[in-house]
């Protein structure tokens, strides 16, 4: 059994700076190529999960007396998890909506006993089981609320569509902005409150500033500097909009960068790779079986062992050991204090989850 007390106490001391530096942005292209891009900073490990259709779940219980959100996923879903299965930190179903999730110190959460909770990782699972547009989105963010377990967060959710919305949560209430109701919405995000980073951006030129674009690499430089990746991308270059995702990622990149992640949904391709790669790495989520009836599979995609020589990947089905061996690992990178039972509980929780009747 693993010493929690051990890992614990280390996972207190290494949330630091490195968890709070990642970026996403999103490029528009012409032809309805949409890419959603993301520099993930926190930890070096990872692993990407397919997640069936049509699986009633619910939601973990921790430390808490509210009552647990029950719901039923419409799509399945491949996503990126550091911590187990259905606590992800990105993703995208087989609709193309994604979900990014990123630190913001002091976001404070809505009390509402009215309402089921759910855990700041599930609240990204929840989003992809349940939602194919913003509207679907919004709608079935606003019958839960958040109960976090570790980490203070905001989200990016985008639409295959190309319409995005950002997640906020200040002094108790939920915000969120999209086009359509704010006076200047740009599609990034990092770890600064929207509002600020707007408020920044609009310093710099092409956004109403004089300023340059910055070089640093503090979270509102990034904001700017995604944002500016965001806004200057060209359909009609010779630049493909996943070599161009990638390639500002490049720029965006510092000592912590673990992976980077472009997900382009108008033809179901993940694609990711480490900063000192060249090339890419693809998973295409029309090659997975999202019936309730088939596994889920697991991909550690630190290990370059598991490429086949096609150039495929070879995933592993899941198992209640294989979830061990991820959260174990995924302790190392955050401040998420549990005891033995919990712990053991997260590990088994997805044995739980069921078909839900066919009509």
Known sequence: MINLRILLAFSALVLSFDILACTTFFVSSHEGDNVVAKGHDWGRGGFLMSNPRNVIKKAMKMDRASELAVWTAKYGSLT???????????????AGLTVQMFVLRGSQYPRDPTKPSLNEFQWI???????????????????????????????????????CAIFEYIKGRTKVYQEETSEFFIPVLSNSAYEASIGKLRQYQGFGGNLSIPEANTSLDRFVKAAHFSKMYDS????????????????????????????QPSRSYTWFRRPADQNYSLVDLNEFDFSCAGPSFVLDIGKMEELRSDGRWRFSEYSKALNHEILTRGMEFVDWRMTREEFQHIVEHPSHNRCAPSH
Not at 80 to 94: A, H, I, Q, R
Not at 246 to 257: E, M, P, V
């Open 80 to 94: 990126y998890t550091m911590f187990g299965k259905d606590l992800p930190v990105s993703g995208m179903n087989e």
């Open 236 to 263: 009609n270059s010779n630049v493909g909009v996943v070599n161009y995702a990638f390639d500002r990622l490049a720029k965006l990149s510092w000592d912590h960068t673990s992976w980077q992640f472009v997900f």
């Open 125 to 163: 699972q929840y989003i992809l089981d349940t939602s194919a547009t913003i509207e679907d989105a919004i709608a079935n963010a606003n019958n839960v609320i958040i109960e976090k377990v570790s980490t203070a967060v905001h989200y990016m959710v985008c639409s295959a569509t190309g319409r």
